[in-house]
């Protein structure tokens, strides 16, 4: 199964959800468009949400089921 990947990402004054480069939700904040990101992520497992900055580098991300990098133990 392809895993979903949503960004958060700002543009033109607002903060975007992403998802193949098309807009899935905005908001004014960027706390709010992660909260949106992360709970459309968890209604799509496999999921990521990846959180950029105002420089567009990348701040944050969250894996929902299957993390395709998990740590060694």
Do not use: C, N
């Amino acid at each position: 199964m392809d895993r979903t990947v949503l960004h958060v990402v700002p543009r033109s004054g607002h903060w975007h959800v992403e998802k193949d480069e098309v807009g899935v939700a905005t908001s004014d904040t960027k706390e709010k468009a992660v909260e949106l990101a992360r709970e459309a992520a968890g209604r799509s497992k496999p999921s990521q949400v990846v959180v950029h900055g105002e420089d567009g580098q990348i701040q944050d991300e969250f894996t929902y089921q299957d993390d395709p990098f998990p740590p060694r133990g």
